[in-house]
């Protein structure tokens, strides 16, 4: 691992572990010695970041150079605690631990008072009925929509006939029991939805349909509000 990868994980560590978090727990997590970690520890400090404690006591991250100041009020930290909770119980493991990193993010750049608020906040999202585990390929999906690239898909429709598909993926949408994929389908020359549990053999093509991604996709919104009763 490089430097520079080795104290952004060291930051990110920092951020989102309880304090003080021990220096072995540190290691750990960066998978460093010790003594390099103690020389990672004074390298950011070095850099601006003002992290209290010391070897035995544990390290808290008070300041954090990477990150301007951020200013919210109470409303919005407790919408931000709730929303990003919510990604933690609805998405895959790597959307999951993004809204975990964006919030330890969030928080570590709050004045004191804030960051109080946002720990102890007021708002809590449970789920007595837990959703599907999100379908292995979501993330070969949700990468085929940044890149705006073409995918072939082997998908089973409600009578179980199974045909294999060419579609530019849209958009993932979670509805309150599934996941719901909206693309364009090019055997059908059409919008359509796409169960995400019911879609098998995702293959990436070397196909592209940039720059369209965002004006399909205002297309197929308007349809769908115009056909709402």
Do not use: N
């Not at 004191?112 to 608020?117: C, G, I, N, S, V």
């Not at 940044?146 to 998908?155: F, K, M, V």
């Amino acid at each position: 691992m490089s430097r520079p990868d080795r104290l952004f994980r060291l930051l990110t560590a920092l951020r989102s572990l309880p304090q003080p978090v021990t220096a072995a727990r540190l290691a750990a997590e960066t998978e460093v010695s010790l003594r390099t970690l103690y020389r990672d520890i004074e390298t950011l400090r070095a850099g601006g970041a003002l992290i209290d404690g010391a070897a035995g006591l544990g390290y808290t991250l008070t300041e954090d150079p990477a990150l301007p100041p951020q200013m919210f009020t109470r409303i919005e930290v407790e919408a931000l605690v709730l929303g990003l909770a919510e990604v933690r119980l609805a998405g895959d493991p790597a959307l999951a631990s993004a809204a975990e990193a964006a919030l330890a993010k969030i928080t570590a750049t709050l004045p004191e008072r804030l960051q109080r608020q946002a720990i102890h906040a007021v708002h809590h999202t449970y789920r007595f009925e837990k959703r599907p585990a999100p379908p292995p390929h979501i993330a070969t999906i949700r990468e085929a929509c940044w890149e705006e690239r073409a995918l072939d898909i082997t998908y089973t429709d409600r009578s179980g006939a199974q045909t294999r598909r060419r579609i530019w993926p849209l958009s993932v949408v979670f509805l309150d029991r599934t996941l719901m994929l909206l693309a364009f389908c090019t055997l059908r020359e059409d919008f359509r939805r796409f169960h995400l549990g019911s879609i098998a053999d995702v293959t990436t093509t070397e196909t592209h349909f940039r720059p369209r991604r965002v004006a399909l996709l205002r297309e197929f919104r308007t349809r769908l509000a115009a056909a709402r009763p």
